[in-house]
T-cell receptor, first 112, second 108 residues
């Protein structure tokens, strides 16, 4: 099993550009989520999904879109990047009935 | 939503037991308490979870008070590799919400 795979690992964007952060898991987990972590801060929940076709907002959803067309993938879209979105992004997955979550290694995003 | 209170930081001598407290006085009767840690800038790592009874696994032990208002994570023989931020997280519905956690320093 590969676990939770995030791509890319590093990305630099210009203000106003769009991009998609990829997250894939091979554990057949129903629950997937995205977090951002700013320097020296804790993790904040952006969006989450309890199954294919179902998504919901977390603590800081503005500026981000998600969709869940398959169980395995949960991409995070930045439609118009802003410097305030410079952060490390983590994806996580777990079985719905269990919050023993597995996290990816993160995507370091810099918006200039 | 259940709120948690953890000390911002703690020190522990290498080889000694590290006891990390968490107050979750508003936790509901059916909410599990989960513990995670984040080493440097890596993705968080699951440690242990429990509902009412004390739990132990290969990484740690979890002691939950009888009234469930608080819990303590115990790392029995702390090593330098246990230096991390430790998060106590009650399960609240469909969300996993991280607080500020406790930064544990293991002293050589």
């Amino acid at each position: 099993n590969a676990g939770v795979t995030q791509t890319p690992k590093f990305q630099v964007l210009k203000t106003g550009q769009s991009m998609t952060l990829q997250c894939a898991q091979d554990m057949n987990h129903e629950y997937m989520s995205w977090y951002r972590q700013d320097p020296g801060m804790g993790l904040r929940l952006i969006h989450y999904s309890v199954g294919a076709g179902i998504t919901d907002q977390g603590e800081v959803p503005n500026g981000y879109n998600v969709s869940r067309s398959t169980t395995e993938d949960f991409p995070l879209r930045l439609l118009s990047a802003a410097p305030s979105q410079t952060s490390v992004y983590f994806c996580a997955s777990s079985y719905y009935w269990d919050r023993k979550a597995f996290f990816g290694q993160g995507t370091r995003l810099t918006v200039v | 939503d259940a709120k948690t209170t953890q000390p911002p930081s703690m020190d522990c001598a290498e080889g000694r037991a590290a006891n990390l407290p968490c107050n979750h006085s508003t936790i509901s009767g059916n909410e599990y308490v989960y513990w995670y840690r984040q080493i440097h800038s890596q993705g968080p790592q699951y440690i242990i979870h429990g509902l009412k009874n004390n739990e132990t696994n290969e990484m740690a032990s979890l002691i939950i008070t009888e009234d469930r208002k608080s819990s303590t994570l115990i790392l029995p023989h702390a090593t330098l590799r246990d230096t991390a931020v430790y998060y106590c997280i009650p399960r609240v519905g469909d969300k996993i919400i991280f607080g500020k956690g406790t930064r544990l320093h293991i002293l050589p």
